[in-house]
């Protein structure tokens, strides 16, 4: 389900971005929706992924989306670039894609324990 939120909707992230970036985004949705009832928040910096709570979040660039991801431990990993520890059992790992390509089982697996994290 997508929304407006403030005036900000979803395709206004998409304004002035190269077209690999709305394909990212559409095809992250896509494997989203496999997971069960997600909601669409647009805010003005990222787009909110819900699912009771927020899990993930969406920032749009010029050619890349910054996907920060909500999780119960710390990730080691080469693909994530900046992680902050929010409270005693939350993190916040940033993922930078810039390619439909990038969506695979690894991130997934992440996005899979925080959108369970979130029901």
Request: charged share 25%.
């Amino acid at each position: 389900m997508r929304k407006t939120t403030n005036g900000f909707t979803v395709a206004s992230h998409f304004e002035n971005r190269d077209l690999v970036v709305k394909l990212i985004y559409d095809q992250l949705v896509k494997k989203l929706r496999k997971f069960g009832s997600i909601c669409e928040e647009p805010k003005k910096t990222s787009i909110h992924l819900v699912n009771t709570t927020a899990f993930a979040g969406v920032a749009t660039r010029m050619n890349s989306i910054i996907m920060t991801i909500k999780s119960d431990r710390q990730i080691s990993n080469t693909r994530i670039h900046k992680s902050q520890q929010t409270s005693a059992r939350r993190f916040h790992h940033e993922v930078r894609l810039t390619s439909p390509a990038e969506i695979d089982a690894e991130l997934l697996a992440w996005l899979r324990n925080a959108y369970e994290l979130s029901a």
